[in-house]
């Protein structure tokens, strides 16, 4: 079964970097965009960024210039390099990705577990 399974969350100070890794593990035929998005405390989940399978890349306004999402397709992964980390970033971070499971033939969305991301001021 394909999963994607975060790791790289804590608790760090304002102004600090963290780096998020987001692995797909499975038999996987292929796997189009992938993304991170968190949801804080008392809030719903949100779109924090994208990245297409040939690299395009979207950002929430409230991360652009600070967060930074990258992949790579040989390990299935993604990134989130997270600088400049303000106490509003704190959330628990999804990944998602659209794939395509070897076994399946059929397109699926699916989510991590997520990790706990928490900025203290």
């Known amino acids: 079964q394909v999963q994607l399974v975060e790791s790289g969350g804590g608790l760090v100070q304002a102004e600090e970097s963290l780096r998020l890794s987001c692995a797909a593990s499975?038999?996987?035929?292929?796997?189009?965009?992938m993304g991170w998005y968190r949801q804080a405390p008392g809030k719903q989940r949100e779109l924090v960024a994208t990245?297409?399978?040939?690299?395009?890349?979207n950002y929430a306004d409230s991360v652009k210039g600070r967060f930074t999402i990258s992949r790579d397709n040989a390990k299935n992964t993604v990134y989130l390099q997270m600088n400049s980390l303000k106490p509003e970033d704190t959330a628990v971070y999804y990944c998602?990705?659209?794939?395509?499971?070897?076994?399946?033939?059929?397109?699926?969305?699916?989510w991590g577990q997520g990790t706990l991301v928490t900025v203290s001021s």
């Open positions: 998602n990705a659209g794939v395509i499971p070897t076994s399946q033939y059929r397109y699926l969305e699916i």
């Open positions: 499975g038999s996987i035929l292929s796997i189009n965009t």
């Open positions: 990245i297409k399978s040939g690299g395009g890349t």
